[in-house]
């Protein structure tokens, strides 16, 4: 494949792969033989985002319209929410930790709670996060919107604090913050409110993280030089 959009280890061991005409599975025996398995979709639809659901089935968001699909039982099935325009395009997919499926859409924030479907535009924004704290954000490049599990608050870039209206990404790290990123700056929500820091020049922002693997209250970014 030419490029992979999206991967993820299964809780069997496997990894799955999102390309540009479909979905790769690789599997390795107990003697180490390699097992590769491919899926291609109607019209070479491509792989934007894999999600492992708590009982094991894999989810998929494909680019184009009716988008998602869902494999379980060793067999792919479409997926048709019973909400949003017929032009409702996926972008990300993650399951929360109480159990919810969170999609992200060009219309707005898509919810499944195993029964039923909810779509917001309050939370705009096709890519999606879990923080520390169970709140769900989305995020698009020119608004981040948080819901703490009862409704939604957006905030423009000038609420979090950027010179430039652009947002390139969002990470929660394991102290309860969240992080976020624009052109050439980075801010940091906690406790309800905004801190921002010193502008990079020319650099960009490409993640966070933090954890038991650093020292306790250290956060790393990395970032890329552009221009």
Not at 4 to 29: E, H, K, P, Q, Y
Not at 50 to 76: N, S, T, V, Y
Request: hydrophobic share 35%; aromatic share 12%; proline share 2%.
């Amino acid at each position: 494949h030419k490029w992979v959009s999206a991967v993820i280890g299964d809780r069997d061991g496997a990894m799955w792969f999102g390309t540009g005409s479909g979905i790769s599975r690789l599997s390795v025996s107990e003697t180490g033989q390699q097992h590769w398995t491919t899926y291609a979709f109607d019209n070479s639809l491509s792989v934007l985002s894999l999600c492992e659901a708590g009982d094991g089935a894999i989810w998929a968001a494909l680019g184009g319209r009716l988008g998602i699909r869902r494999f379980a039982d060793g067999k792919w099935s479409v997926v048709a929410p019973k909400t949003g325009s017929s032009q409702l395009r996926v972008g990300k997919i993650i399951q929360a930790s109480d159990g919810k499926l969170w999609f992200g859409t060009n219309e707005g924030v898509l919810c499944y709670d195993g029964s039923s479907w909810t779509l917001t535009s309050a939370g705009s924004g096709s890519q999606l996060i879990e923080a520390s704290d169970g709140s769900i954000w989305a995020h698009r490049k020119d608004e981040v919107s948080r819901f703490d599990g009862h409704s939604w608050t957006s905030y423009s870039t000038s609420e979090v604090g950027f010179s430039v209206p652009f947002i390139s990404g969002c990470w929660p790290t394991d102290d309860g913050t969240v992080w976020v990123s624009g052109l050439n700056e980075i801010s940091r929500f906690r406790d309800g409110k905004w801190f921002s820091y010193p502008r990079f020049e020319r650099e960009r922002v490409l993640g966070a993280i933090n954890g038991k693997q650093v020292s306790q209250g250290v956060i790393w970014l990395w970032s890329e030089k552009y221009g």
